[in-house]
């Protein structure tokens, strides 16, 4: 959320600046009331400062997630979702579907691969049991075919990266998931807490303040799993 | 040790991948009858009516995990006594606890080499042979 206007710790400082005038003033005065009630804002401000970067943390959380894209080299590859934007989830999900089509390939070759060199090597086998004299040429052929079914057997076995790769992925969308949803359901309890609060008049930094957000927020974080329009709308509700 | 090569093996495993790098290995080491399935909710059905003498599970599926089929493999009386190993990524110690506790006859840690399946299959038919 930045406008190339906006700063808001440039926007903090001034209200505290306001604030500590203000403060100065009455004591100045010896207007304890209204001393201790500025304090109390001031509070408010140091409170709603950790708020609002909760919640541009959240906003570019979910902005990395949904407009994540890779070069031009690898876009063909990437399906889109409905709004037409390849989010991270879905590209690291390509991934994984990419990668274990790569290795059915490889392995589809290997399963026709093996027996052919096999059947190579049986058939040079029989060929040096049959001869009379020791050849050469029939033992380097034994030998390379040999080598080469260990290294088809090498391949075969290096495919396993798949599966790991794949855990891998699944875990990290898995995180992101839940580290989004989890910063939404914190800002709309703070937002929440501080709504009810009568000590903390102080109004979201962003905020649009239209009416029934926040109980349209508390409903849509009641959800198991928040769609990533749901998720933009109850950014924009709470004023990220 | 000469191992009862016509046992029938269920390999259990989420990606496709690995099914087959272990079912080709199997067939390396001289397995001929083996089944797939790709998660532990699909594999309970197959054992439960097969007659299967061995399993070769994963832990990280997406329906039923592959320690909650070692449970359930070991809870059932038809099939408590069926020889298990479990080939999974998950290495932390606890787990390994976990799954022995369970009731695996063995563990490996995925990536692994085909002697080193090979080698956990004859210690673990070597032990049943044993009993």
Not at chain 2, 59 to 82: F, H, S, T, Y
Request: glycine share 8%; proline share 3%; with cysteine.
């Amino acid at each position: 959320m930045s406008n190339g206007n906006f700063d808001p710790e440039q926007m903090i400082i001034e209200r505290l600046q306001g604030k500590a005038a203000e403060l100065a003033n009455c004591l100045g005065a010896r207007d304890m009331s209204g001393a201790f009630s500025i304090i109390e804002h001031i509070n408010a401000v140091r409170e709603e400062s950790i708020f609002h970067g909760l919640g541009l943390l959240a906003r570019g959380l979910h902005t990395a997630i949904v407009t994540f894209e890779v070069d031009d080299h690898g876009k063909h590859y990437l399906a889109h979702d409905e709004s037409g934007t390849a989010g991270v989830t879905s590209q690291l999900d390509n991934v994984v579907r990419m990668s274990e089509e790569s290795a059915r390939k490889t392995l589809n070759i290997l399963d026709t691969t093996l027996p052919m060199v096999r059947e190579l090597r049986a058939g040079v086998d029989r060929e040096a049991a049959a001869a009379s004299v020791s050849s050469g040429f029939l033992e380097s052929q034994k030998a390379g075919l040999q080598q080469v079914e260990h290294n088809l057997m090498d391949i075969l076995m290096a495919q396993g990266f798949q599966d790991l790769s794949g855990q891998a992925i699944r875990k990290v969308n898995g995180i992101l998931g839940n580290l989004q949803k989890d910063l939404i359901a914190l800002l709309t309890y703070a937002n929440h807490v501080k709504s009810m609060s009568q000590t903390l008049p102080v109004q979201l930094a962003l905020a649009d303040a239209e009416s029934g957000g926040v109980e349209e927020a508390e409903e849509q974080t009641k959800e198991a799993a928040l769609s990533q329009g749901s998720v933009d709308d109850l950014l924009a509700s709470l004023g990220f | 040790m000469s191992l009862p090569l016509d046992t029938k093996i269920l390999v259990v495993d989420d990606f496709e991948s690995m099914r087959r790098i272990v079912k080709q290995v199997l067939h390396d080491i001289g397995f001929k009858d083996i089944s797939l399935a790709d998660d532990g909710a699909t594999a309970l059905p197959l054992l439960k009516k097969g007659d299967f003498g061995f399993l070769i599970t994963d832990w990280n599926m997406p329906q039923m995990e592959g320690i909650d089929l070692v449970k359930a493999v070991r809870a059932d009386p038809r099939l408590k006594g069926m020889p298990i190993l479990m080939v999974t990524a998950e290495a932390k110690r606890e787990q390994i606890i976990q799954a022995a506790q369970a009731g695996v006859n063995d563990y490996i840690v995925k990536p692994f080499t085909p002697d080193t399946l090979k080698a956990k299959i004859e210690k673990i038919f070597k032990g049943v042979a044993g009993k």
